[in-house]
């Protein structure tokens, strides 16, 4: 059973509006922190935003700022990315990660938990 499953991803156009979802099977998000991921093509992947498991503190990459906002369901274990003013240089796969109960979740938790991904695409 994969413990994290994304879902949401698609096609958009620039400027459009996107929301991932991250739900857990394995854990309480009460108890770990949920990192979002992306891997763009030739590119490393990134830790693009984190809500924290206990106080809910937020991180943003700053090439996000503004434009994606985090949000968890308790009661549905499931955490929200949103993303706004989708730009061609958001096309990646998405992925939710996490080893840890506080944000940010830095390099990418090889021992932890994390989901298969979703992609976004951004076209012209």
């Known amino acids: 059973q994969v413990p994290l499953v994304e879902s949401g991803g698609g096609l958009v156009q620039p400027g459009g509006s996107l929301t991932l979802s991250c739900a857990a099977s394995?854990?309480?998000?009460?108890?770990?922190?949920i990192g979002w991921f992306r891997q763009a093509p030739g590119k490393e992947r990134e830790e693009v935003s984190c809500?924290?498991?206990?106080?809910?503190?937020?991180y943003y990459a700053d090439s996000v700022k503004g434009r994606f906002s985090i949000s968890k369901n308790k009661s549905k274990n499931t955490v929200y990315l949103q993303i706004h003013s989708l730009k061609p240089e958001d096309t990646a796969v998405y992925y939710c990660?996490?080893?840890?109960?506080?944000?940010?979740?830095?390099?990418?938790?090889?021992?932890?938990?994390w989901g298969l991904g979703t992609q976004v695409t951004v076209f012209t």
């Open positions: 990660a996490t080893d840890r109960p506080q944000c940010p979740i830095g390099s990418w938790p090889k021992n932890g938990y």
């Open positions: 809500i924290s498991s206990s106080d809910g503190s937020e």
């Open positions: 394995a854990f309480s998000v009460n108890y770990y922190a």
